[in-house]
């Protein structure tokens, strides 16, 4: 490890992240954050309760000595990247839920970090939109798949009967043939 992210590793759950070797602050989250961030949380554990893979939830990751993150919620399949400390290696799905103060580090060095070590599966959640990114890898990049998006109820009265049935209400995780999460329950209590 670099000496500026090692000095950092010691000091185990801090408010901060190391993004190309350089520490960035974490704000504490907002209640909507924090709802969002449950809601996904407990989907991915009820789902892989007795299964290999495991969620986990603001808990540090360690790329190499220039990035080390701390995404909002998490699916690891690889027991052996998993320490009692931290995750010492890439995980299989990254959920990064945005706020203004992270939101274009989310889009921009994060997601190109995370395209870099091999997420295969990326969430970007808006909050306020409420709305969900999904990008999956395709070869050696992380490509947009589709945008999930709860409609408000002026929105959902436009659309035709076409467009409704068109409209996705849950979002298919590819690590698994039959794990859905639903829109709704991740928005849950979410205003």
Known sequence: ????????????????EVINGKVYMMAKPTI?????????????RNY????RCEAFSEVDV????????????????NPDI????????????????LSPSTASRDRMEKFAAYEKYGVKEYWIVSPHDKRVEVYLRKDDRLVLDNVYSIYR????EVLTEEQKAAVKQAIKVSLYDDFEVQLKDIF????
């Open 1 to 16: 490890m670099g000496e500026a992210a090692y000095a950092y590793s010691a000091d185990f759950n801090q408010d901060y």
């Open 32 to 44: 909507s954050h924090a709802r969002i961030q449950g809601n996904i949380f407990n989907a991915f």
């Open 48 to 51: 892989l309760d007795g299964k």
């Open 62 to 77: 360690f790329f190499d000595e220039d990035d080390n993150f701390v995404p909002d919620v998490m699916i690891v399949c």
């Open 82 to 97: 998993v320490e009692e400390r931290a995750i010492y290696g890439t995980p299989d799905l990254v959920v990064e839920i």
């Open 153 to 156: 109820d002026f929105e959902w």
């Open 188 to 191: 849950k209590r979410v205003n």
